[in-house]
């Protein structure tokens, strides 16, 4: 079994920063692929950021030039700085990847609420 466990968020104003982590850990097949999602209330989970093991990344248009996906490939974490929020980027986040264990994604972490106020 895999476990994802996230931590970082919070309470911040419009314009204010925060970092987030996620630490995976237990029986990992691969953890090439790591990515952060989102999800608002009322509304789908959604990819944020994603990051290979060779450091190549990609972001949703919405983050781009705001938010910096990373890792430590010695921890098993992945973080994600957030700069710049915006009251649209409350959500709880949430870490995963596509290849964590045998059947592709692991279960989901309990993840962690950003809210951004105006």
């Known amino acids: 079994q895999v476990q994802l466990v996230e931590s970082g968020g919070g309470l911040v104003q419009t314009g204010g920063s925060l970092r987030l982590s996620c630490a995976a850990s237990?029986?990992?097949?691969?953890?090439?692929?790591m990515g952060w999602y989102r999800q608002a209330k009322g509304k789908q989970r959604e990819l944020v950021a994603a990051i290979t093991s060779g450091g190549s990344t990609n972001y949703a248009d919405s983050v781009k030039g705001r938010f910096t996906i990373a890792r430590d490939n010695a921890k098993n974490t992945v973080y994600l700085q957030m700069n710049s929020l915006k009251p649209e980027d409350t959500a709880v986040y949430y870490c995963?990847?596509?290849?964590?264990?045998?059947?592709?994604?692991?279960?989901w972490g309990q993840g962690t609420q950003v809210t951004v106020s105006s």
């Open positions: 995963n990847g596509p290849e964590l264990t045998t059947r592709g994604f692991a279960s």
């Open positions: 237990g029986s990992i097949v691969s953890i090439n692929a």
